[in-house]
C-alpha cells in the first residue's frame, strides 16, 4: 500500500461519515481509450479471419460453450473490477482540505489544502458529456501534478461541490443543524460578516457557497450591489425544515455564487484568427510545395516525410479551435469564470488574486484587425497544463483585451494609466513619455525591436515591453514578484547593455526585457526588490467585485 498527498504537511483527520463516492460510470468514462482498442483489435481479427469463415463457423459451433464461457469469465472481470473500483474511490471536503482516496492493489490518498487553492476547474471530456457527468479539478500551490482531480460526477454535483469548496476556500463555516426549523450560525460566529472576494480574510480566495458534509446545510455567500460584507444570518435566513424533524440533519442544496457576462468570443472571429496564423502559410506553402515535388519527380514516398508534419500542423489548429470555441467570460464572487470547449468543455474560476502574471499579445497579421490575446500565469496550473488554460482572451479587439487586463487589475482603469497603456500596446521611443527603452547600442542585437524594448512602473505594477513585429505587453503586479534576475553575456558587456528578468510560476508569460542600458537595468532591479517587498507588507484587503462591478453591462447574466 502507498500513500500520496499534494503537501507536506500532515494530512488533516476526516471523520468517515464525509467521505461520498463518485458516479458509479467512473471506472467506465476512464477506460473508454482502452475499450475502443479492444475493439479495434477484434476488429481486425474478424476481418483477417474472413476468407477461413466456413472453417471457424464449425469450430464454434462445436466448442461455443467454450466461447460463451469465457466471454462470461471476462464479463465478470471487468465487472467485478469496475465494481470495485468505484467502492474504492471516494471524496470528502473539510474546513481545511479537499481529500480523495483511490486505487485498488495500491492505494492512494491526497488532499488540496484550501488555503492553498489557486484554479478549481469543472472539465467535461467528450465520453463524460455523454453520460452528463464532469470532472472537477482543484489547482494548488505545490508544483508539477499536485492538481487533485475529484470525478466523474453529475454536472450538478460538481456544480454544487465547486462552489462548496471555494466557499469553505474563503473561509465560509455552516452551522450543525439538528432538528431545527431554521439555520444559525455558531453562537460564538454570529453575526460573523462573510469576506468580500479577495479580502484579507479570505486570502485572495473567493466567496461563494459551502455545504457541511456531516449536516448538508448549505450557506450561500451572496454579493450585494453596494458591495458590503453578507453575515451568515442574513444569508441563510429562515430554512423550514421537514415536519416532525427530529435529530437528523436538514439537507440544504448548495447555490452557485451569481455570475455577469463580460465578454464571448464569437465562433467566426476564432475561425479568421486562426487563418491569420503564420502556421496556416507554412502548411500551404508546404502542400503546393510537396504537390510540384511529387509531380515533377514522381516520387510518392515524399509524401510519406511531409505529411507528418502537415498533419501535425493541422491537429495545432483543430486544437485551438476545440479549446477555445464558445470562449466566454464572466464576473462573479468567486473570481473570474470563464467556459469554453467544442469537445471537451472546461468551466474554469480564477481568483484575481492568485494571476501571478499577465500579458497582452498581438501577432504581425492580427494588426489589420486590431486583435490581441491576453494569457495569465496561474500558480498551480504550471507547465504541465493545457495552454488553453492560461487564456484569459483567445482572440479580441483592443477593449476586450483592456478589459481583460482589467478584471485581473482594475486598479489599472484609470485615465491616469490609461496614456501608458497606449504606450505599452502600440508605443516606441520616438513616441514614449513614461517607458524606459533599450540604447541605441542595442541595435547590434535587437536590430528591429530595440526601440520597443522597455519597462515602465506605477505603484502598483510593473510593465514589461517587448517585440516590433509581434507585439508583447507584460504586466507583474509588484506583490506577485517571485524573484529578480539581470543577464549579461561577454557580448552584451562589451556593449553595456543586460537583459532584465523577473522569475515568476511556470506559464506561458516568461516577464523579460532583453538589452537595457546596464545602469538602468541595475536600478531596476534594485528598486523593483523594494518595492515588491514593499507591496507584500502593505498589501491592503481587495474588493475586487466591487472594482469590477460596472464592466459587466446591465442584464448580461451568464446563463
Do not use: C
Not at 317 to 326: D, M, Q, V, Y
Not at 481 to 502: D, H, I, K, M, Y
Not at 512 to 528: E, G, K, M, T
Amino acid at each position: 500500500m502507498s500513500g500520496e498527498t499534494t503537501g507536506t504537511t500532515p494530512e488533516p483527520p476526516v471523520d468517515d461519515r464525509r467521505w461520498r463516492r463518485v458516479h458509479p460510470v467512473t471506472p467506465l468514462v476512464r477506460a473508454w481509450a482502452a475499450v475502443v482498442a479492444l475493439l479495434f483489435i477484434l476488429g481486425n481479427q474478424a476481418i483477417d479471419s474472413i476468407g477461413v469463415a466456413g472453417e471457424v463457423a464449425g469450430q464454434v459451433a462445436r466448442y461455443w460453450w467454450v466461447g460463451l464461457l469465457a466471454f462470461v469469465l471476462f464479463l465478470g472481470v471487468v465487472v467485478g473490477f469496475t465494481v470495485l473500483a468505484w467502492r474504492m474511490t471516494t471524496y470528502a471536503v473539510d474546513d481545511d482540505a479537499a481529500h480523495l482516496r483511490q486505487g485498488i492493489l495500491f492505494r492512494q490518498q491526497r488532499h488540496a489544502r484550501l488555503d492553498r487553492l489557486q484554479a478549481v476547474d469543472v472539465r467535461q471530456p467528450l465520453v463524460a458529456r455523454l453520460f452528463g457527468l464532469a470532472e472537477l479539478s482543484l489547482e494548488v500551490a505545490g508544483g508539477s501534478d499536485s492538481a487533485v482531480r475529484i470525478g466523474f460526477l453529475r454536472l450538478d454535483d460538481a456544480n454544487q461541490l465547486r462552489a462548496e469548496i471555494l466557499a469553505r476556500a474563503a473561509g465560509v463555516k455552516a452551522r450543525r443543524a439538528r432538528g431545527r426549523t431554521d439555520v444559525a450560525p455558531d453562537p460564538e460566529a454570529a453575526g460573523t460578516a462573510v469576506p468580500a472576494a479577495g479580502s484579507e480574510e479570505s486570502a485572495d480566495a473567493p466567496v461563494g457557497t459551502t455545504g457541511d458534509d456531516r449536516t448538508g446545510a448549505t450557506v450561500a455567500a451572496a454579493h450585494t450591489d453596494d458591495a458590503s460584507p453578507v453575515t451568515v444570518d442574513a444569508a441563510v435566513g429562515h430554512v423550514p425544515g421537514p415536519d416532525g424533524a427530529g435529530p437528523a440533519d436538514l439537507d440544504l442544496p448548495a447555490v452557485e455564487a451569481p455570475e455577469n457576462q463580460v465578454y464571448e468570443v464569437p465562433p467566426g472571429r476564432l475561425v479568421v484568427s486562426l487563418l491569420r496564423l503564420p502556421v496556416v502559410w507554412l502548411i500551404l506553402l508546404a502542400f503546393v510545395g510537396l504537390g510540384v515535388a511529387v509531380g515533377v519527380t514522381r516520387n510518392f514516398g515524399l509524401l510519406g516525410s511531409v505529411l507528418p508534419g502537415l498533419l501535425g500542423g493541422g491537429a495545432y489548429l483543430f486544437s485551438r479551435f476545440a479549446g477555445e470555441f464558445g470562449f466566454r467570460a464572466a464576473i462573479s464572487p468567486d473570481g473570474i469564470r470563464l467556459r469554453h470547449g467544442l469537445l471537451e468543455t472546461r468551466a474554469q474560476t480564477i481568483p484575481p488574486g492568485r494571476v501571478q502574471a499577465l500579458s497582452l499579445t498581438q501577432g504581425f497579421w492580427w494588426r489589420g484587425k486590431g486583435w490581441w490575446r491576453v494569457k495569465v500565469n496561474v500558480a498551480g496550473y504550471g507547465v504541465e497544463g493545457t495552454d488553453t488554460q492560461h487564456v484569459l482572451l483567445p482572440v479580441g479587439p483592443r477593449d476586450e483585451a483592456l478589459t481583460a487586463l482589467w478584471l485581473v487589475l482594475p486598479d489599472l482603469r484609470t485615465d491616469e494609466v490609461a496614456p501608458l497603456l497606449d504606450e505599452g500596446l502600440t508605443g516606441d521611443a520616438r513616441s514614449d513619455r513614461t517607458f524606459t527603452t533599450s540604447p541605441r547600442r542595442a541595435r547590434l542585437f535587437d536590430p528591429l525591436s530595440w526601440r520597443r524594448n522597455g519597462y515602465a512602473v506605477t505603484d502598483r505594477v510593473l510593465l514589461l515591453r517587448t517585440g516590433r513585429l509581434s507585439r508583447s505587453l507584460v504586466v507583474v503586479p509588484h506583490e506577485r514578484t517571485q524573484s529578480l534576475g539581470l543577464e549579461q553575456g561577454p557580448w552584451q558587456r562589451r556593449r553595456g547593455v543586460a537583459t532584465f528578468a523577473v522569475h515568476s510560476t511556470p506559464g506561458p508569460v516568461a516577464p523579460r526585457v532583453p538589452h537595457l542600458d546596464d545602469a538602468d537595468a541595475a536600478a531596476l532591479i534594485a528598486a523593483q526588490s523594494v518595492r515588491a517587498r514593499t507591496a507584500r507588507a502593505h498589501q491592503a484587503p481587495e474588493r475586487w467585485m466591487e472594482a469590477v462591478a460596472e464592466l459587466a453591462p446591465a442584464g448580461t447574466a451568464a446563463p
